[in-house]
């Protein structure tokens, strides 16, 4: 087309993506045209507008690296991670919620019944589970990949005074499809502000906290996979989430823990809590 006008160009550009093959694809990119030209006509998006939401694109890239995902932050922060993980739940099945920018794959496998405590500071806590499908059923097949920040509140990719692969691993369920591990207590922590997340929360007056939580992803052959968290519910941000992670399924008590075999078996010197993740996974589709 050789006279684009500010009328036409929303057509010509979407018409410029029909030969795509994939159609959910082809439907994604018109949508995607259709939705930021929507945006740029209904707020009248100046060039100084869009020349710093470009820069702060490009911050964003700047900043990320194999370990940090300031994208995933973006997302996390816009709900965007929240929507779709909300669109996509399963009746019956356990909810998801953000998988946030700390997750990397390659975690250290370990055997149900580990502890990854080792050197770290914090209050011990037993977190247990079991696998099954929405009908109660065990998937003695399911993996479980968990991390977790330290009693600092930071995770190990940003802290290098902890070890590599601090509090984190990944196990596979015992026959019975249970399993536990010996963590600690997590703690609260702000998303990272040093990069141009930190900048929009600022201009925005957001808090930068997220309560307290656990990340787990439990995968098993034939189910959906489910990324989720399990949230503190003594946290004092447990209602103010900054990346609106919580629901409340996944709030989860901290129960006092007194049992001898327990501390003997991962030689606890004195308290500790018990957590109770019981995981339902839907089939896939
Ligand atoms: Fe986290």
Redesign the pocket.
């Known amino acids: 087309m050789r006279n684009i006008t500010q009328h036409n160009v929303t057509d010509a550009v979407r018409k410029s993506f029909e030969a795509i093959d994939d159609t959910r694809l082809r439907f994604l990119i018109e949508r995607l045209v259709t939705a930021v030209h929507g945006y740029a006509r209904d707020t009248g998006l100046t060039h100084e507008e869009w020349r710093a939401a470009l820069d702060f694109l490009n911050r964003a890239a700047a900043i990320s690296n194999a370990s940090r995902s300031e994208f995933t932050l973006l997302s996390d922060v816009l709900g965007l991670s929240s929507l779709v993980d909300l669109l996509a739940a399963s009746p019956g099945a356990t909810e998801g919620s953000v998988l ?1 920018p ?1 997750h990397s794959r390659g975690s250290p496998w370990v055997e149900s019944g580990a502890s990854l405590i080792k050197d770290n500071p914090g209050e011990p806590v037993l977190l247990r589970g079991r696998v099954t499908d929405t009908q109660g059923l065990p998937i003695p097949a399911a993996t479980v990949d968990f991390w977790q ?1 330290a009693d600092n509140g930071l995770y190990w990719q940003l802290d290098s005074s902890q070890p590599q692969d601090n509090l984190r691993c990944q196990l596979r369920v015992q026959p019975d499809a249970t399993f536990e591990l010996m963590v600690i207590r997590p703690r609260p922590y702000m998303v990272p502000t040093d990069g141009p997340i930190g900048d929009l929360l600022r201009v925005s007056h957001r808090d930068a906290w ?1 309560p307290a ?1 656990y ?1 787990v992803i439990v995968e098993a052959p034939g189910y959906r996979t489910l990324v989720t968290e399990i949230f503190d519910a003594e946290d004092p941000y447990v209602a103010q989430d900054a990346v609106f992670g919580v629901r409340e399924s996944l709030v989860a008590d901290f129960k006092p823990g007194n049992d001898p075999a327990v501390r003997e078996k991962y030689q606890l010197a004195g308290a500790y809590r018990v957590v109770d993740c019981p995981v339902k996974l839907a089939p896939a589709a």
Do not use: A, P, Q
């Open positions: 946030g700390f920040n997220r939580h990340h």
